[in-house]
């Protein structure tokens, strides 16, 4: 199972990500978390101790690995470097586990124009192709709003994206803009998750914006949650009706993916 799970900032993906990613941990799936949003949180969201979430290094700041693998010096404009460097190894060398998952934090790469293409960004999508098509976990990717660490090579083989958004036009645009961007790699299952769900026309809008065959589930507003991020706790530990909403939406999941 290898699910991407995206969406604009602030819609409440990570919370997503980290429940699924410890439902499965529950079930006894060896599961790889990965937190490819450079504003990092997903170790918050999956309950690791501060202690723990404090080794955690970003792969983007290998500056020495990433030099020896692409044969290129990170942050110089103009050089060759290999688009396929050794990464086998990065995972579990990089990764903190804790409660059965193995988290990994991507960090950020500086861009500039109409992207990065750069030893840094040929570097993490190496990392992210090994994870895709060489392993066998259950992998979990909370990315940033865009695909931006996905290539075309890879992209085909996740199972889903799942486009989390909140009743409001600008996070309905975010994920129409997802859903083109993936399309134009090849992916015609981009799922929806509608989040901080308060009553009645909420539920109208989502309806009428999203094709019902695409949506997963609906998670409600729940101070649960707010709470939980407060504390540093996981959502999924703090609140029993987020658990058994995400469960639902886990099971129409596996219903999607196995058509």
Known sequence: MKIAITGKGGVGKTTLAGCLAKIYAIEGKRVIAVDADP???FAFALGFPQEKAKKLIPLSQLKDIIKERTGAEPGVLGQMFSLNPKVDDIPEKYCVEHE????IQMGGVE????????PESSFLKA????LILEREEVLILDMEAGIEHLGRATASFVDAFIAVVEPGIRSIKTFETIKKLAKDLGIDKVLVVANKVKDEADIKFINDHIDPGDLLGIISYNEEIINADKM??????????LREEVLRIKSNLSLKIAK
């Open 232 to 241: 540093g706790i996981s959502p999924y530990d703090s609140s029993s009706v």
């Open 111 to 118: 861009k500039g124009g109409a992207g990065c293409v750069c």
């Open 39 to 41: 504003d990092a949180n």
């Open 100 to 103: 059965g998952i193995k988290l």
């Open 127 to 130: 990392v992210i192709r090994h």
